[in-house]
């Protein structure tokens, strides 16, 4: 009886213990190795943790993993230009339009209030960001009301903003960057909200009585970004004088953190109080800081167009069909109707009157028809789009299969001195196939420089050769070689006329090849296309430079931490 006893009691203190271990909580973070907790009240205000909703406003999580890049169906225009190779994405986030004109609106009055075309060192920026109203221009066809009203009247505001080259949706990219993470800190009160309050006049120098906020600067100098004379942050030495108070009349206790704040201490142990509310309140809005917007990579938007971890029977890396392939509704009242704006035939862009298939000859609102298995909009028609990627007919899956991605340019913004250089009048431009110019960055902004370029590696041409010396003169010394000679593409080379306009000269010379590193990779149908665009894995290219009617973008930004949405329990054996 007493051995039951004893046996009892046995099973019933190991059963307590399991429990108390299966209840105990486990974190994915390691303790500290100072003792100081991130945002301790006496502390420095130090913030390791990450936000969890990272995604921008208007974006979609895509949660990444392993799918086959390319062509899986029949080959049927013999390309040869989109082979399949298997490919890791990493999570990433992408909008879940297309950029609509009033998207873009936004981003031209911006630059127009803070960078006044009417200044002499300012007046190519606006022009240059303009769209190309005149891509919708045929001499064969009476278009001009898309011309002058497609981008202009409100009645199009929803609709994908086309006529923007890749240049000028990198800039858009880098712009959308800056505001967003600006209003986090805003309504964190870290920024003047008071910010955008201008005294208007009719002269252009109120263009420059407020700073601009740009994020990458804010990372690099903090609130120091443009000297103690500037009022673009939040002054905020009455709520530090309010809160020491208060802590003054309740005899706590503290120490002076990182970042000041009032020097008076309590008689008790003397020690300082921290109540720096500007430190705070900037440590708390950069652990909810958004990641850099930019273009999406081809591998990234090709994956979420296929939408392959949504709605699948099981793992299936290739081969998946999606119900836009399909091209026509199966059921119901809408049964033949089509479930993109693409074009049907030659000479028929949305059906027949009385009876329209898609309803629209050109494009359509960017939420008009289903989004994907995502929820993202517009990835099977509507519009093309631009992604990052320099164009090559070959994807170099020996070279990485892991994000891939040709185009890096790594560049620095510290220089030798150790302090960032800022842009000022001194704008540096690129040059438009039209003679306008696209400001590469705005005064105010940190200058980067390009300290290596990798567009061309592993490429096949003169200089992705075995041999280590092919670019080496017979005295020993290194010579430049013309990276696009192997291609023999043409060139664009520009003169100023007279009257000051910059007109593009032809190239009548010789070419073999129209291949460069200014051709960027286009994915994606249009309301100008055929069915055979519609599968995510086709590929084409068009200059930097250059835009169309039926060439919009879409922005993406990295996840920072995990790739994973967070839905799962952790992994493996603790």
Same mark, same amino acid.
């Given at each position: 009886?007493?051995?039951?006893?004893?046996?009892?009691?046995t099973?019933?203190?190991?059963? $307590?213990? @399991?429990?108390?271990?299966c209840?105990?909580?486990?974190? /994915?973070? !390691?303790?500290? $190795?100072? #003792?100081?907790?991130?945002?301790?009240?006496?502390?420095?205000?130090?913030?390791?943790?990450?936000?969890?909703?990272?995604?921008?406003?208007?974006?979609?999580f895509?949660?990444?993993?392993?799918?086959?890049?390319?062509?899986?169906?029949?080959?049927?225009?013999?390309? %040869?230009?989109?082979?399949?190779?298997?490919?890791?994405?990493?999570?990433?986030?992408?909008?879940?339009?297309?950029?609509?004109?009033?998207?873009? &609106?936004?981003?031209?009055? %911006?630059l127009? =209030?803070?960078?006044?075309?009417?200044?002499?060192?300012?007046?190519?920026?606006?022009?240059? !960001?303009?769209?190309?109203?005149?891509?919708?221009?045929?001499?064969?066809?009476?278009?001009?009301?898309?011309?002058?009203?497609?981008?202009?009247?409100?009645?199009?505001?929803?609709?994908?903003?086309?006529?923007?080259?890749?240049?000028?949706?990198?800039?858009?990219?880098?712009?959308?960057? /800056?505001?967003?993470?600006?209003?986090?800190?805003?309504?964190?009160?870290?920024?003047?909200?008071?910010?955008?309050?201008?005294?208007?006049?009719?002269?252009?120098?109120?263009?420059?009585?407020?700073?601009?906020?740009?994020?990458?600067?804010?990372?690099?100098?903090?609130?120091?970004?443009?000297?103690?004379?500037?009022?673009?942050?939040?002054?905020?030495?009455?709520?530090?004088?309010?809160?020491?108070? !208060? !802590? @003054?009349?309740?005899?706590?206790?503290?120490?002076?953190?990182?970042?000041?704040?009032?020097? &008076?201490?309590? &008689?008790?142990?003397?020690?300082?109080?921290?109540?720096?509310?500007?430190?705070? *309140?900037?440590?708390?809005?950069?652990?909810?800081?958004?990641?850099?917007?930019?273009?999406?990579?081809?591998?990234?938007?090709?994956? *979420? @167009?296929?939408?392959?971890?949504?709605? +699948?029977?099981?793992?299936?890396?290739?081969? &998946?069909?999606?119900?836009?392939?399909?091209l026509?509704?199966?059921?119901?009242?809408?049964?033949?109707?089509?479930?993109?704006?693409?074009?049907?035939?030659?000479g028929?862009?949305?059906?027949?009157?009385?009876?329209?298939?898609?309803?629209?000859?050109?494009?359509?609102?960017?939420?008009?028809?289903?989004?994907?298995?995502? #929820?993202?909009?517009?990835?099977?028609?509507?519009? @093309?789009e631009?992604?990052?990627?320099?164009?090559?007919?070959?994807?170099?899956?020996?070279?990485?299969?892991?994000?891939?991605?040709?185009?890096?340019?790594?560049?620095?913004?510290?220089?030798?001195?150790?302090?960032?250089?800022?842009?000022g009048?001194?704008?540096?431009?690129?040059?438009?196939?039209?003679?306008?110019?696209?400001?590469?960055?705005?005064? #105010?902004?940190?200058?980067?420089?390009?300290?290596?370029?990798?567009?061309?590696?592993?490429?096949?041409?003169?200089?992705?050769? $075995?041999?280590p010396y092919?670019?080496?003169?017979?005295?020993?010394?290194?010579?430049?070689?013309?990276?696009?000679?192997?291609?023999?593409?043409?060139? +664009?080379?520009?003169?100023?006329t007279?009257?000051?306009?910059?007109? $593009?000269?032809?190239?009548?010379?010789?070419?073999?090849?129209?291949?460069?590193?200014?051709? +960027?990779?286009?994915?994606?149908?249009?309301?100008?296309?055929?069915?055979?665009?519609?599968?995510?894995?086709?590929?084409?290219?068009?200059?930097?430079?250059?835009?169309?009617?039926? =060439?919009?973008?879409?922005?993406?930004?990295?996840?920072?931490?995990?790739?994973?949405?967070?839905?799962?329990?952790?992994?493996?054996?603790?």
């Amino acid at each position: 009886m007493k051995m039951n006893k004893i046996a009892i009691l046995t099973t019933l203190s190991i059963s $307590l213990l @399991a429990l108390s271990s299966c209840g105990k909580k486990t974190s /994915d973070h !390691a303790d500290s $190795l100072t #003792g100081w907790e991130d945002n301790e009240e006496t502390g420095w205000y130090f913030s390791g943790d990450k936000d969890p909703g990272q995604g921008g406003p208007g974006m979609v999580f895509v949660e990444g993993g392993t799918f086959t890049k390319g062509q899986t169906k029949d080959n049927v225009m013999h390309d %040869w230009n989109n082979t399949p190779s298997r490919q890791q994405v990493r999570s990433f986030y992408i909008s879940e339009t297309e950029v609509t004109n009033r998207d873009y &609106k936004m981003y031209l009055a %911006w630059l127009r =209030l803070f960078f006044d075309p009417r200044i002499e060192d300012y007046k190519e920026i606006y022009k240059g !960001a303009l769209p190309d109203t005149m891509v919708w221009r045929n001499k064969l066809a009476s278009q001009e009301l898309f011309v002058e009203n497609y981008f202009r009247d409100p009645a199009f505001d929803y609709y994908p903003i086309v006529g923007v080259n890749w240049l000028q949706a990198n800039n858009y990219a880098e712009w959308l960057t /800056d505001r967003v993470n600006e209003k986090k800190l805003m309504d964190e009160g870290v920024i003047d909200k008071d910010m955008y309050v201008f005294e208007w006049s009719d002269s252009a120098e109120f263009s420059n009585s407020k700073p601009a906020f740009f994020h990458k600067r804010y990372k690099e100098m903090g609130t120091n970004m443009f000297g103690e004379e500037s009022n673009i942050f939040t002054d905020h030495k009455e709520a530090n004088e309010s809160a020491e108070k !208060a !802590a @003054a009349s309740s005899g706590k206790k503290g120490f002076l953190g990182i970042g000041g704040g009032s020097k &008076k201490h309590t &008689k008790a142990g003397g020690a300082y109080k921290t109540y720096n509310q500007k430190w705070k *309140a900037m440590a708390k809005a950069n652990s909810k800081a958004i990641a850099p917007y930019r273009l999406p990579t081809e591998g990234e938007w090709e994956y *979420a @167009a296929l939408a392959l971890m949504e709605n +699948r029977e099981y793992n299936r890396y290739k081969g &998946k069909v999606i119900p836009e392939k399909e091209l026509r509704q199966k059921k119901g009242k809408a049964r033949g109707d089509f479930m993109a704006n693409i074009k049907r035939g030659r000479g028929d862009y949305s059906g027949i009157g009385g009876w329209q298939n898609d309803g629209y000859a050109i494009t359509s609102p960017v939420k008009k028809f289903k989004p994907n298995d995502l #929820g993202i909009y517009g990835m099977f028609g509507n519009v @093309a789009e631009w992604t990052a990627d320099v164009y090559r007919p070959i994807i170099d899956d020996e070279a990485s299969d892991f994000n891939y991605y040709r185009g890096n340019t790594f560049k620095k913004t510290i220089r030798e001195d150790g302090m960032v250089d800022i842009v000022g009048v001194d704008i540096q431009y690129d040059t438009l196939d039209d003679g306008r110019m696209v400001y590469r960055a705005l005064p #105010g902004q940190v200058r980067e420089e390009v300290y290596e370029d990798a567009k061309n590696y592993r490429d096949g041409d003169f200089q992705s050769l $075995l041999d280590p010396y092919q670019n080496i003169d017979e005295e020993g010394n290194e010579v430049a070689v013309d990276t696009d000679s192997e291609f023999n593409s043409p060139k +664009r080379e520009f003169i100023v006329t007279e009257d000051g306009r910059v007109v $593009l000269q032809k190239d009548n010379t010789d070419v073999t090849t129209d291949m460069s590193d200014e051709n +960027r990779v286009i994915k994606g149908g249009s309301w100008n296309d055929r069915a055979y665009w519609m599968d995510p894995a086709q590929r084409r290219y068009m200059l930097e430079t250059e835009s169309a009617s039926w =060439l919009g973008f879409r922005v993406a930004h990295d996840k920072m931490g995990s790739d994973a949405s967070g839905s799962r329990s952790t992994r493996g054996v603790r």
